[in-house]
């Protein structure tokens, strides 16, 4: 009787909404990422060899790996009915023995062994020799899985249209289950609320009382090449994060975490992205594509091993925002004040100290945090360099207030310094905000929601451009 064959699965995109190849080759760069690129290049023909090698490199834990719901469905009542449900996948077999346990599956199972790679004609001839012809029902995502449907008495076709139809022509009894992502998730995995960072690009403009048209208009398309390069950085760090973003609280959903976007499309994305901004920045000029390339190159450093290494991740976090500013420079054409980039590092410092901080005040025990290097024991020392870098910052202010490009641009030099009052507010506020963790977990995003601190903000950039006379120039 067909109830009584058991039910065979594909694992990478049926079983589960990820590929655990690609979820080895993610975790190996986060863990060994020479060992892993020199495999991935020399084993590249041998997918069996490749297959066994990332999974002795990265351990990955299998538990965590998104299940596709409606195949869970399918599988529960089969389960139910007494059926064997059964994993077949051309993924390594110690990860396929793992995933079939973690979920109560058969012991039996079919896998690659590092030597063979179990796919299309090669899995089909081990199921059919386990069970005989149309002797179980088989679930897969893939044109590869053709060859095996055409052995199995009843198909589960998950997220192949084209499969499922081919085999509705043939005759073939056939189960469909529609996969769930969209370019949505993409979208969010671009992290477009980020992208508000880039407002630093222009800091050089209001220093420098630039108000012309074209400066403006350059800068906005230098900030559009910084938005699409950090978007192809954040798409590489959740791949770093995956097994870390897992078992976080809240990003636990992201979409590559949770399996909504396929990693493989998340790559294709990524790299199209990084592309796109090295292109735009190589037509505003050299100077500003060498910036935009050590800006990606640092944010890859970071996200591969910078960001787990303690106060290192906070220096570099406060590089990668004082590059924003170096860029709106070369991209307007607009000189910089050496004071403002000593003001804008020891302001960085403190919000990256903050943004370790909040994360901490919202953990949920005191061990150091996943794919971290803090735990809650640090919040002091923390708290300590948010304030120096606050002290930093105010006194470079106030130092650059003696130069003679302030005196230039400042006729009423006594201006900045009742300037210094609304910045050491806003900067003390978010301090105290990130200790009572009463911020998301980053510090900058907060910031640009934070109607308070925004007119805070804005009382401070008032004071100076009266400072500067630029009210009485626009108003008359």
Same mark, same amino acid.
């Given at each position: ?38 495999? &991935? ?10 297959? *066994? ?9 299998? $538990? ?11 599988? $529960? ?11 077949? &996948? *051309? ?71 084209? &499969? ?39 800091? /050089? ?9 074209? /400066? ?67 037509l505003i000029g050299g100077g500003f594509f060498g910036v935009l390339a050590l800006y990606m190159t640092l944010s890859l450093a970071y996200s591969l091993r910078l960001k ?23 991209? &307007? ?25 909040? $994360? ?12 971290r290097g803090y735990g809650r024991p640090d919040r002091s020392d923390l708290l300590n360099v948010a304030v120096l870098g606050m002290v930093g910052a105010l006194v470079a ?13 400042? /006729? ?30 980053? /510090? ?33």
């Open positions: 009787m067909r109830d009584q064959k058991p039910l065979v699965l594909d694992v990478d995109g049926t079983f589960l909404k990820t590929d655990m190849l690609l979820e080895c080759f993610w975790a190996g760069l986060g863990l060994d990422p020479l060992a892993t690129l020199r495999a &991935s290049i020399t084993l590249l023909a041998d997918r069996a060899a490749l297959k *066994a090698e990332l999974a002795r490199i990265a351990d990955i834990r299998t $538990e965590l790996l998104p299940v596709n719901g409606a195949v869970l469905a399918e599988v $529960e009542a089969a389960k139910a009915a007494g059926r064997e449900v059964v994993l077949a &996948s *051309a993924s390594h077999e110690t990860l396929v023995k793992r995933l079939a346990a973690d979920h109560g599956l058969s012991p039996r199972v079919f896998a690659s062994d590092g030597v063979t790679n179990l796919k299309g004609s090669d899995k089909a001839a081990a199921l059919v020799a386990a069970f005989g012809e149309a002797g179980f029902d088989y679930g897969g995502n893939e044109k590869a899985d053709r060859k095996i449907w055409a052995h199995a008495d009843r198909a589960l076709v998950v997220n192949d249209v084209a &499969s499922a139809q081919v085999l509705e022509a043939e005759g073939k009894p056939v189960t469909r289950i529609e996969g769930d992502w969209s370019f949505a998730g993409i979208t969010k995995a671009f992290r477009p609320h980020q992208w508000v960072k880039n407002l630093l690009l222009f800091v /050089p403009l209001l220093a420098g009382h630039i108000f012309l048209p074209w /400066p403006w208009l350059v800068t906005l398309l230098g900030a559009l090449a910084f938005s699409l390069g950090a978007s192809s950085i954040y798409v590489v760090n959740d791949l770093l994060d995956l097994e870390a973003d897992r078992l976080h609280a809240t990003k636990c959903r992201r979409p590559f975490a949770s399996g909504r976007v396929p990693i493989g499309v998340g790559m294709a994305a990524g790299l199209a992205a990084g592309l796109a901004a090295l292109l735009i920045a190589a787990r290494l303690r106060w290192i991740d906070i220096a570099t976090l406060a590089v990668l925002y004082t590059i924003r500013v170096v860029a709106g420079a070369l991209a &307007s054409g607009v000189a910089i004040s050496g004071y403002l980039l000593v003001f804008i590092y020891p302001v960085f410092i403190a919000l990256g100290s903050v943004k370790r901080i909040t $994360e901490l005040t919202l953990a949920m025990s005191d061990e150091p945090l996943p794919g202010f106030f130092g650059y207030s003696f130069t003679e490009q302030a005196a230039e641009l400042y /006729p009423t030099r006594w201006l900045l310094w009742v300037a210094l009052v609304p910045i050491f507010w806003w900067l003390y506020r978010m301090i105290r905000l990130g200790w009572a963790g009463k911020q998301d977990y980053d /510090p900058i995003v907060f910031a640009m929601r934070d109607k308070r601190g925004i007119g805070i903000l804005l009382i401070a950039l008032s004071i100076m451009f009266q400072a500067a006379g630029i009210w009485r120039g626009w108003l008359g």
